[in-house]
T-cell receptor, first 115, second 113 residues
Framework: ETGVTQSPTHLIKTRGQQVTLRCSSQSGHNTVSWYQQALGQGPQFIFQYYREEENGRGNFPPRFSGLQFPNYSSELNVNALELDDSALYLC??????????????FGPGTRLLVL | EDKVVQSPLSLVVHEGDTVTLNCSYEVTNFRSLLWYKQEKKAPTFLFMLTSSGIEKKSGRLSSILDKKELFSILNITATQTGDSAVYLCAVLNYGGSQGNLIFGKGTKLSVKP
């Protein structure tokens, strides 16, 4: 098991609502990346946080936003939920040193269902 | 557009068989290629490959990267039912971030007793 934890494990919301997902990174890691995995697909990169700033973003609309805290933990916020937002949301932590990012280790994910 | 393509998408074998999973990629800012195993939720790390032609091994699993032909293979020998999972191939991309993973759709491996 990695030291990456996520909460909650499952969540049910209705269209138009807002949701916050949380991730605690592995000890010694300073970078957090978020991915969305729809059923039967590979994970898709949402964004990455390093030194409390967004550091790269995939093809996701602005209603997907995030935060990173001084202890390197992170939140993913999704506003105005749509049915297509139903997916497994994975957080991955890694250590960035100099110009090199080391391996990303994943948490267990949060399964979000939007009705 | 950057992409990672895995084949086959699904595979059914019997215990003891040897399997080869394929991964090809077209990624502009390639840094390394990673393999993960996903059983229920969290993808678990298997290998990171950065250099061509150097095989990495862990028990019955091995993997190699060909940066000239832009592909990698993951071999599993003497398969066991516990190897049943989705195997994900990902490329670490350094375009626009400090490294985000571009994943293939995965290969679903089912090992029957």
């Amino acid at each position: 098991e990695t030291g990456v934890t996520q909460s909650p494990t499952h969540l049910i919301k209705t269209r138009g609502q807002q949701v916050t997902l949380r991730c605690s990174s592995q000890s010694g890691h300073n970078t957090v990346s978020w991915y969305q995995q729809a059923l039967g697909q590979g994970p898709q990169f949402i964004f990455q946080y390093y030194r409390e700033e967004e550091n790269g973003r995939g093809n996701f609309p602005p209603r997907f936003s995030g935060l990173q805290f001084p202890n390197y933990s992170s939140e993913l916020n999704v506003n105005a939920l749509e049915l297509d937002d139903s997916a497994l949301y994975l957080c991955a932590s890694s250590r960035f040193q100099g110009t090199t990012q080391e391996t990303q280790y994943f948490g267990p994910g949060t399964r979000l269902l939007v009705l | 557009e950057d992409k990672v393509v895995q084949s086959p998408l699904s595979l059914v074998v019997h215990e003891g068989d040897t399997v080869t999973l394929n991964c090809s990629y077209e990624v502009t800012n390639f840094r390394s290629l990673l393999w993960y195993k996903q059983e229920k939720k969290a993808p678990t790390f298997l290998f990171m490959l950065t250099s061509s032609g150097i095989e990495k091994k862990s028990g019955r699993l091995s993997s190699i990267l060909d940066k000239k032909e832009l592909f990698s293979i993951l071999n599993i020998t003497a398969t066991q039912t516990g190897d049943s999972a989705v195997y994900l191939c990902a490329v670490l991309n350094y375009g626009g971030s400090q490294g985000n993973l571009i994943f293939g759709k995965g290969t679903k491996l089912s090992v029957k007793p």
